[in-house]
């Protein structure tokens, strides 16, 4: 007699703990073992292409905090970047130098969110607790120059919304200092931890011809070795006016894209010093033509702009056919990309690993649907 | 090989520190003045323009004007509704205001409800909305505390 | 007449445990929480007091659901199967020198045998849920409880030999005559016993069964109101009689200063290591599936092992 045996398809998510929102992975396994993975998306999908069709360009602006919700400054970023390219408009210098400082502390916030959630998924409770601590702080900050926590909707095509509000420079310095104090703890807490490690180490690795076939970016690329970094490869804003390095790890396993990261915190501490001490006290935050939201009308034509977040490579394509409404807007978000390796990632991975790695890919759904 | 056990210092550390969470209905966050809150309308300064509008992203405002009494060139505004339904708080609406009709208020709690009607706010509830904000006759914002309580 | 003494002390025993569970989770979730940086339950009573007698109002009140396609039969059993040894453990327990339900020859024998019991209802658990997460659970559960079963036995054997009996009464007389507690000639012992008691427990760091994270939540998924309020009960009554088993094996059992009574020598060194837990819990993350066998079998039996050698050799040197 021989027993039938038919393999197991287990079903993460839409609904589960660790998919950090809805996202579903169909696994095959076998025991504890995965033997196929596919990765199903789009239960979060807006439309958010479409919808800026319809959208004078300003108005577009909030939706893109909609995105990676983590780091929403990028976001704002790069949509404003390419609308201004196509107006090609000279941003004044202290909106530049706010973007920067804004930009940097929201990779900071952004980062703190993944370590607190990547070791929570991992199942060490407390630093989710101490990493929202420190990122309550940076969300202050925030909160202060641009009114919300989160869907900032700060900048505006032609600068910033808003001029930093009195001694606000001052208090980014504390906060970063602040910061870079914890980063200390948090070594001391899970860095060296040999569990930690052992869940980390080995698991979840990606080569550098895998990164590249499959163009994946952002601290995933840089834990494999390839060193490509757009704040330093194709400095955009004025990010060449700073002294930073860009962490880079050869292994490509989940514990190297975690030293990538905290690495990639401190360098962003710097970037936000530096830019604090540089920074014009004075001076125009927007293009004298930039405050008029309904005005705006770019030339017929076509940009592409690219930055860095914190997931990786954000890109906009913008297409204007003359009118107060684009034609046709395109984004490249980097979660959506970078998800995509799952599929290959985690065969061979057990289910536990599951978590280990997708975790370690820092993916937000918002940004993957769109 | 016991580095892990660094990391019960870590910890016992905390134990002994001072709390950081807000208790919430008792204690609020104090929210900065800029802080995009829900709406604070003033029908005297408000000339109908429709700005807001038109520059609204999800369609959430719908106004009515009428002929003023007193100088028939002149439109007053007559009814004024918010859909908090669909509000985003984006924060154009006060942005386009001519003459700061429709400002922003730190007022965060209270926009959820069991009841979809009551997300509709109407011209006498925002004009009521009398909570500090990023505009001129706001009332100063409260002093934060140390955790950034409303003390 | 000794009946009566006997359900008397039963009840007793049980009542006392309920309260002691109730507060064990809300002192849990306090220690994590005071470690977390914010105060954890303040709601219900006075710094908390009710949030647990709240929850365990909400789970007795709750739909009893038992999944279309379980196993009804077994489903039902599972959590009583996980609860009873959990609880029937507690007889052998000498709580002071003259309070103790059944002063048993071989104690030690009858609370391991009966406790490895509880097993039986995660698998029954997992398995009748028909869900793919309670069974990967149970499958987890019960091959991490089994491999530690056996560390956590051999730890234990030095006590044994040293002592020479199995009575947890001669046990607590020994260390009473040698005038220090087994913890200091049987250190390795203790470390080995209190790592594999926590596989054993299913807790953090070793809370691979029901790992939130990856499993929902393990075997108990698919279980709701009072049957899971069962397996929780079974979960903590098992953590404070392996604390009990540690204070009476390593830590003296009643025995200290006699400005407090016995009873509440006992229960202070349960609370410290039942806190020990909680600290671990709010520290570590979870261990690997591979890394947690290797662990036990590769590392844990060894020294549980070489500490019965040289437990041997001493008493033997010694006489």
New interface residues.
């Given amino acids: 007699m021989s027993i039938k045996t038919e393999e197991m398809v287990l079903n993460m998510g839409p609904q589960h703990p660790s998919t950090h929102g809805v996202f579903r992975l169909k696994l095959h396994v076998s025991g504890e073992t995965i033997t196929k993975a596919e990765p199903v998306m789009g239960y979060l999908h807006r439309g958010s292409e479409k919808l800026a069709e319809g959208f004078i360009y300003t108005q577009f602006i909030p939706y893109t905090d909609r995105l990676d919700y983590l780091n929403a400054m990028t976001n704002n970023y790069v949509y404003c970047a390419g609308v201004e390219k196509l107006l090609g408009w000279e941003i004044p210098e202290r909106a530049e130098y706010l973007r920067v400082i804004t930009m940097e502390l929201n990779r900071i916030a952004s980062h703190l969110v993944w370590w607190g959630t990547y070791l929570l998924d991992i199942g060490a409770l407390s630093p989710f607790l101490y990493a929202f601590k420190d990122r309550e702080i940076v969300l202050d900050r925030l909160n202060e120059i641009s009114g919300a926590r989160m869907t900032f909707n700060y900048m505006r095509v032609g600068g910033v919304k808003w001029d930093a509000p009195a001694g606000w420079i001052e208090k980014v310095q504390e906060t970063v200092k602040q910061i870079s104090e914890s980063i200390e703890m948090f070594n001391t807490l899970v860095t060296g931890n040999e569990i930690f490690q052992s869940r980390t180490i080995g698991v979840g690795k990606l080569t550098k011809e895998q990164v590249i076939d499959w163009g994946l970016s952002g601290p995933i690329a840089r834990a494999s070795g390839v060193n490509i970094d757009l704040r330093k490869t194709e400095p955009y804003s004025i990010y060449d006016r700073f002294d930073f390095d860009v962490p880079v790890a050869e292994e490509g396993d989940a514990y190297a894209r975690y030293k990538v990261r905290i690495a990639e915190i401190r360098e962003s501490i710097k970037i936000v010093e530096q830019a604090c001490s540089q920074i014009p006290a004075e001076g125009e935050i927007i293009h004298k033509k930039g405050a008029r939201i309904m005005m705006i009308k770019p030339p017929a034509g076509e940009a592409y702009t690219r930055a860095e977040a914190s997931k990786g490579e954000i890109g906009v394509y913008v297409v204007s056919n003359g009118k107060t409404k684009p034609y046709r807007v395109k984004l490249r978000r980097p979660s959506f990309v970078n998800v995509a390796i799952l599929q290959d990632l985690l065969v061979g991975a057990s289910i536990q690993d599951v978590v280990a790695i997708f975790g370690s890919l820092d993916v937000v759904l918002g940004e993957v649907d769109a | 090989m016991f580095r892990l056990l660094k990391g019960f210092g870590v910890t016992l550390n905390y134990f002994r520190q001072k709390k950081v969470t807000i208790q919430y209905p008792e204690e609020r966050v104090a929210m900065p003045p800029r802080y995009r809150g829900i709406h604070r309308f003033f029908p005297d300064k408000c000339i109908v323009c429709n700005l807001c509008v038109q520059v609204c992203p999800t369609d959430v405002i719908t106004l009515t004007g009428k002929k003023s009494e007193e100088n028939p060139k002149k439109k007053v505004i007559e009814t004024y509704n918010i859909d908090f339904q669909g509000c985003i708080l984006c924060d154009f609406c006060t942005e386009v205001c001519p003459t700061d009709a429709i400002v922003m208020t730190a007022r965060y709690n209270n926009l959820s409800s069991f009841n979809r009607a009551e997300h509709f706010k109407d011209i006498k509830w925002l004009s009521d909305n009398h909570i500090y904000g990023n505009y001129e006759e706001s009332a100063p914002a409260p002093e934060a505390g140390e955790r950034g309580e409303v003390k | 007449m000794e009946l009566v003494y006997i359900i008397l002390y039963a009840v007793i025993t049980l009542a006392v445990l309920l309260g002691a569970v109730t507060y064990a989770i809300l002192f849990e979730r306090k220690?994590?929480g005071?470690?977390?940086?914010?105060?954890g339950p303040?709601r219900h009573g006075p710094w908390g007091m009710l949030q647990t007698v709240a929850d365990v109002m909400k789970l007795l009140m709750k739909e009893d659901i038992i999944p279309k396609n379980a196993d009804k039969k077994v489903f039902i059993l599972a959590p009583i199967i996980a609860f009873v040894p959990s609880f029937a453990i507690f007889a052998s327990i000498s709580w002071s020198d003259n309070i103790y339900g059944a002063d048993l020859n071989i104690g030690l024998l009858y609370f391991i045998g009966i406790s490895s019991i509880t097993t039986l209802g995660v698998l029954m658990g997992g398995w009748s849920s028909n869900n793919?997460?309670s069974l990967?659970g149970a499958i987890?559960g019960v091959a991490q409880v089994i491999s530690y079963e056996i560390p956590l036995v051999l730890s234990v054997l030095g006590v044994v030999i040293l002592v020479g009996s199995l009575n947890f009464r001669d046990i607590v007389y020994y260390q009473e005559s040698i005038g220090m507690w087994l913890i200091i000639p049987q250190f390795l012992a203790f470390v080995v016993y209190m790592i594999s008691a926590i596989a054993e427990l299913n807790r953090?760091?070793f809370?691979?069964p029901e790992?939130?994270?990856?499993?929902?939540s393990g075997y108990h998924t698919e279980y709701s109101g009072f049957r899971f309020a069962f397996f929780m009960l079974a979960e903590y009554v098992y953590a404070y009689a392996i604390a009990a088993l540690a204070t009476t094996l390593f830590l003296g059992g009643w025995l200290g200063p006699a400005f407090l009574p016995g009873i509440v020598w006992f229960f202070l060194k349960m609370s410290v290591i039942v806190f020990f837990w909680f600290?671990l819990?709010?520290?570590?993350?979870?261990?690997?599936?591979?890394?947690l066998m290797r662990f036990g079998w590769k590392v844990l039996i060894p020294l549980a092992l070489l500490n019965i050698v040289i437990t041997s050799i001493i008493k033997v040197w010694m006489g």
């Fill in positions: 220690v994590i005071y470690m977390q940086l914010r105060p303040n793919k997460y990967l987890r953090s760091p809370d691979l790992a939130e994270s990856e499993l929902v600290w819990r709010a520290t570590l993350p979870r261990a690997r599936v591979d890394n």
